[in-house]
């Protein structure tokens, strides 16, 4: 069984960091590309940004600078830091498996994810 739980939502105001997990089971996620997405309500799941399984990796131009992707092989997680965050940030966060080795991009992710989706976690930021 393909597993993901993802956590570290929060509210937070303007300016604010949060860093959020993904945590997978029933694989091993060091051998994959995982990106993060953003979904809102009625929309489809957004690519956000995308580590490889070799450590390359992608931000959207509206993340870029601001959030981090990381990988813990060991731990099966796979991390993003999220800074001077925006009130259009506000989102529920997922992480999925890109079906790709050792690259991605904006249309890597958008061609090759995973449909299998955990219940994601919750950002909001506000003033």
């Known amino acids: 069984q393909l597993q993901f739980v993802e956590s570290g939502g929060d509210s937070v105001q303007p300016g604010g960091s949060l860093r959020l997990s993904c945590v997978a089971s029933g694989f091993s996620l060091g051998w994959d590309t995982v990106a993060w997405f953003r979904q809102d309500p009625g929309k489809d799941h957004e690519g956000i940004s995308c580590i490889s399984d070799d450590g390359t990796t992608y931000y959207d131009d509206f993340v870029k600078g601001r959030f981090i992707i990381s990988r813990d092989n060991a731990a099966n997680t796979v991390f993003l830091q999220m800074s001077n965050l925006r009130p259009e940030d506000k989102s529920r966060y997922y992480c999925?498996?890109?079906?790709?080795?050792?690259?991605?991009?904006?249309?890597?992710?958008?061609?090759?994810?995973?449909?299998?989706w955990g219940q994601g976690t919750q950002v909001t930021v506000s003033s």
């Open positions: 999925a498996v890109v079906g790709v080795k050792r690259m991605c991009d904006r249309a890597l992710v958008a061609r090759y994810a995973s449909d299998y």
